[in-house]
Structure formats: C-alpha cells, structure tokens
C-alpha cells in the first residue's frame, strides 16, 4: 500500500469506528411466553351444554383458530354492524388515540436529527460608534461605521456510546406504545358498544317479561274482584292480589331508568348527543349466538392482547433508557465549525478573500462531579426498568387469566340457560295449574301468589342468562385481543434504526472507498 493512501484509509477507519460504535446499555429482547399451554387446572371441555332455548345452542371452542377482526358479525345482527361502524367513524377518542399515535412518531423522527450534523447560518448588520477617546479600527478613522457578518455555523457530537440510539429506541417504543393503546381504545369501543347492544336487549327483554306479568296479574285480579262482588272470595284475596299487582309493577321504573341510561351511553359511543337518540334498537331474538368459538395459546396470546403488547414496549423504553442514562455518564465527543465574511461599511463588498474567517474546534467533555446526579439516574432508570419488567408480568398474568375466566364464565352460563329454561316451564306450569284453581272456584291465595312471583322470577332469570351468554362471547373476544392484527385502521410506527444497520452503512462506505483506492492504484500501476 502506497504511502499516499493511508490518509484515506485512516479516515474511512475512523469514520467506520464512529459509525459502529457500540450502544450502552442492555440490549432489549422480548420476554418469553408464558411456560403453560392451558388457561385452567382441568382440560377444557370442547364444547359447552345446549338447551332447547333461543340461543340455547352449544358453543364450540376451536384452540388455534385466528380471531376475526370484525368479530362483532358473528353475532348476526345488522344493526348490531351499522352501530359498530358508525361508533367507529364518529367516537371522539379514537381520534385522539390516533393523535397520540402521530404525536409520538414525529417525536421519534425529530430525535433521529441529533444523527446529523446541526447547520447554521446568520447574517448580523450593526452600527456601532468607536468613543472618541479611543482610535477608530477603519483605516479613514471613522468613529461611526457599519458592520456587516455573515457565516455558517457547523457542529456535531459524535454518538459513540449509542446515547442518541438509545434516546430514539425509547421513542420508537414509546410510539409502538402509543399505536398499542390505540389498538386497545379500538377493542374497548367495539367491545363496549356489542355489550351495550346486548344489554339494551336484555333489558328490553326483561319489560316485555314484566309487562306480560303485570297483564297477567290484572287479569288474576279482575277474577277475584268478581269472585267477591258474587260472594265467593274474601277481601283479603284481593288486597293481596292488588299487593302482588303493585309489587310488579313497582319493578318497571328501574328498568325503563336503565334502558334510558343505557341508550344515552349508546348515543355517547357512537359519537352522539343524548338527544341523538341512534335509530337501531336491538332485541335478543334478532341477534344470534356464535358458536364456533377461537381459543388462542397463552403463548400465542402476549402477541395478541394489545395491552402486553404495550407493557412490553413499555419495558423495551425503559430499557433504552437505562442506555441512555449510562451513557451520559461517559464523555462526550463533539466538532464544530465556523466560516465567513465580516466586513465593516459597505455590504456589497462583503464576499472577499480579505474578509475570510474560520474556525474549527474539537471538545471531549468528561462529567467529573455532579453531586452523584448523573449516577442516580442510572439507578433511577435501573429501577424503572425493573418496575417495567414487573408490570410486564401483571399484565401477563392477568391476560391469561382473562380469558380463563372467560372461558369458565361461558361453560356455566350454558349450564345456567339449560336451568333458567327449566326452571321458566316448571314455574309455568305450577302458575297455569293455580289459575285453573282459581277459575274454578278453588282459592288458595298463598299457593297462586307464589306461583306468580316464582314464575316472573323464571322469565327474568331466562332473559338474563340468555344475554349472559351473549355477553360472555363478547367477554372471550375482548380477552383473546379482538383481532386487531386482521385490521389496518391505525398506521405502523416507522421502523426502528438497528444498530446493526448503521454498523452495515459504515462498512459498506469504508469498503466503497478502499475498492474506489485500490482501483486507482492499480490504474497507477
């Protein structure tokens, strides 16, 4: 190698070393799935009971079947759809959650600026006036003159503890955060307006119950207040009865109070005043039960809740940020660079070789004591981290359990829907039996009250677990993450800067110049 190469060589060296300089600090690994492969101590029945019901039929749980990312169809209800895309477009905080999601991906892409150098430049007039008692610096002794600066200002701090790396690697994690809250915000909508939906039928449901009750009982009473203008019933029949009749109609109010409540908070999902009252009304009988139902692994499961998702970016933030605080506890290596004109009187003479100025200026800045601040945050960010990796856990945990509690709430709601419907026709069949005593001159007031409260108590009870086991799918998507990964609705954050890629871009400039060298030097030769 000639002589005349190693000052080429030795820069592209430098430049490689500069380039490839290590990152402080930990380097981020995803945690490991959960060590279990089943959400409860027994194996899982592969299907739940049935009864002879509306949405009485088994449901079955599939291990390993994907998650639809409009899951909510499964339920069959067009209005049930129109009311989820349309909370969709209008519900404010989904809107928000995008913002946040811009907001931290423009602060990531600021910070990769610090990977540049910082350019400047500035033009400076001034008149300034010399005091008499001193001698003027322009050679016709003027006292009063102008002075005109222009120059460009370069600097640039070498990142070669990885400080700057680090700093956007916290923030790429924080953006990834932000997308995983939006994807949360996303499911907790959806899940949120289903679950109105239903309970909106459940309640629905339960007046028409009460109503068919209240008619009932009117009926009850107008037989015995015949029976005792004709001399065959006694008073106190029919002051129980009207007692029975006002007790019923007692529990009316508080439902239609929830129904109302329950429509405003409808309206307030879909992005609507109260009195935008929404045009869809739901009933049970319109919706249908799904039945073929996803059980994803626990250890498929950390991939797919958008909330381990962002406790695990939360962990990939903080420890980029342990990096971080390392680094700034090791010097610091910067250049900077000035050059221009400077020219007193005129402007126009400003660009001339006479009125040439530079500087160039190299500084390593060591911290030497602090009061112990810098080694504190270190600690600081040592101990956030470990907080991360502990909230990582809970988060974990509580996902799995989540869904195993899902997944048991869905095996006793069928169990309690087959109790419900047999309970609703025994209870109905020791009220007919009290009416026909009734009829048929046989009063006993104790045995047809009973029959009666019994009875209104089995159609509650069965509209109740009816939507109990609506409500308990909904459960089980929201717990398996709702499929997000099967929709694009909010925009990936830019993709991370590796290390390992700055290191490649610094090797491939060193090898471009050494061919481009030795090149020449073989044309020389």
Known sequence: ?????????????????????????????????????????????????????????????????????????????????????????HNPSLDAAKSAIRVAQELTLAQYGAFFPLIQA?????????PQALSSPLANGANVFNLQTAQVLVSYTFDVWGVNRRTVESLQAQADFQRFQAEAAYLTLTSNVVLAAINEASLRGQIDATNKMIDANVKILDILRNQFNAGYAARTDVAAQEAALAQIRATLPPLRKALQQNRDAIAALAGRFPSQDPPEKF????????????????????????????????????SAQVGVAIGNMLPQFTISAAGGYTQALFASSLISQQNQFFT??????????????????????????????????VTVIGAVQNVA???????????????ANDFERASKISLDLAQQQL????????????????????????????????????????????GWWNHDLFPAAPARPAIETQQRTAEVAAESTATAEAAATAKHE
């Open 122 to 130: 500035n033009y400076v007039p001034s008149r300034q006036q010399v």
């Open 439 to 482: 009829q048929g001159g046989y009063i006993n007031i104790v045995l047809l009250l009973t029959a009666q409260t019994t009875y209104q108590q089995s159609l509650i009870g069965l509209v109740q677990a009816q939507a109990a086991r609506l409500s308990d799918t909904v459960a089980l998507y929201q717990a398996l993450g709702g």
């Open 1 to 89: 190698m000639s002589v005349t190469r190693l000052p080429g060589v030795a820069c592209v060296i430098i430049a490689a070393l500069l380039g490839s300089s290590c990152a402080v600090g930990p380097d981020f690994l995803r945690p490991a799935a959960p060590e279990v492969d089943r959400y409860t101590v027994e194996l899982l029945a592969p299907r739940t009971a049935s009864a002879p019901v509306a949405d009485g039929r088994a449901q079955r749980f599939e291990n390993g079947k994907d998650v639809d990312g409009q899951w909510w169809r499964m339920f069959h209800s067009r209005p049930l759809n129109e009311l989820v895309d349309e909370s969709l477009r």
């Open 360 to 393: 160039l200026t190299g500084g390593v800045l060591q911290p030497v004591f602090d009061g112990f601040n810098l080694w504190h945050r270190e600690q600081s960010a040592q101990a956030a981290l470990d907080q991360a990796v502990a909230q990582y856990r």
């Open 283 to 318: 009933l049970l009988a319109a919706m249908r039960l799904p039945v073929d139902l996803p059980v994803s692994l626990p250890s498929e499961l950390i991939n797919q809740r958008p909330d381990v998702r962002s406790a695990e970016e939360q962990l990939h933030s903080a």
């Open 405 to 419: 509690d899902s997944l048991r709430a869905l095996q006793n709601d069928a169990d309690l829907l087959k109790a």
